[in-house]
Antibody, heavy 119, light 108 residues
Framework: QVQLQESGPGLVKPSETLSLTCTVS?????????WGWIRQPPGKGLEWIGS???????YYNPSLKSRVTISVDTSKNQFSLKLSSVTAADTAVYYC????????????WGQGTLVTVSS | EIVLTQSPGTLSLSPGERATLSCRAS???????LAWYQQKPGQAPRLLIY???SRATGIPDRFSGSGSGTDFTLTISRLEPEDFAVYYC?????????FGQGTKLEIK
């Protein structure tokens, strides 16, 4: 059974960089599929952030592209998200997930982690 | 950017009834790259349907998806108590992979 678990700070200061890691178990990232990040502000809808393949190939949401970096560490079976210059608008539950098809459609999800941007 | 509009915003039904949820796109969704997710409070979304009509692994056959172009529908044939949740559609063929705003399915 594929399982994903997000980890990282729950509080980030404005203008700093948000950093999260997703650890995958039950499946080797190197075996295939794209792996992605999605976020959901409290009480609001979902927004795809970006996705990565084990080779390092990435796709980003154009609305966030200038601030986002997604990387992969196949030796640890992890992938990571960095979002720079954060503001209160970046406060959200951040999910990591596996893309079943076409980079942006997700079948396995982590439980999510709330990141609050506040001084 | 493709904008997805879901209707109704809230749907009140009783267990055993049929639910019909709509998702309308501002422009044609390429190759029916349209998915539906279910989300319960405090939980991650769960993929129900992809490719407009293909059920994801383990999804009961009371869930079905249909549509093409700009109009898509999720149908739940007979509501079970565990089906009351928020449902999102998503188009995943274009660069932003946008989601609709959600339809809340509540118990009447």
């Amino acid at each position: 059974q594929v399982q994903l678990q997000e980890s990282g700070p729950g509080l980030v200061k404005p203008s700093e960089t948000l950093s999260l890691t997703c650890t995958v178990s039950g499946y080797s990232i190197s075996s295939g599929y794209y792996w992605g990040w999605i976020r959901q502000p409290p009480g609001k809808g979902l927004e795809w952030i970006g996705s990565i393949y084990h080779s390092g190939s990435t796709y980003y949401n154009p609305s966030l592209k200038s601030r986002v970096t997604i990387s992969v560490d196949t030796s640890k079976n992890q992938f990571s998200l960095k979002l720079s210059s954060v503001t209160a608008a970046d406060t959200a539950v951040y999910y990591c997930a596996r893309a079943i098809t076409m980079v942006r459609c997700f079948d396995y999800w982590g439980q999510g982690t709330l990141v609050t941007v506040s001084s | 950017e493709i904008v997805l509009t879901q209707s109704p915003g809230t749907l009140s039904l009783s267990p055993g009834e049929r639910a019909t949820l709509s998702c309308r796109a501002s422009q044609s969704v390429s190759s029916s790259y349209l998915a539906w997710y279910q989300q319960k409070p405090g939980q991650a979304p769960r993929l129900l349907i992809y490719g407009a009509s293909s059920r994801a692994t383990g999804i009961p056959d009371r869930f079905s998806g249909s549509g093409s172009g700009t109009d898509f529908t999720l149908t739940i044939s007979r509501l079970e108590p565990e089906d009351f949740a928020v449902y999102y559609c998503q188009q995943y063929g274009s660069s932003r992979g946008t989601f609709g705003q959600g339809t809340k399915l509540e118990i009447k």
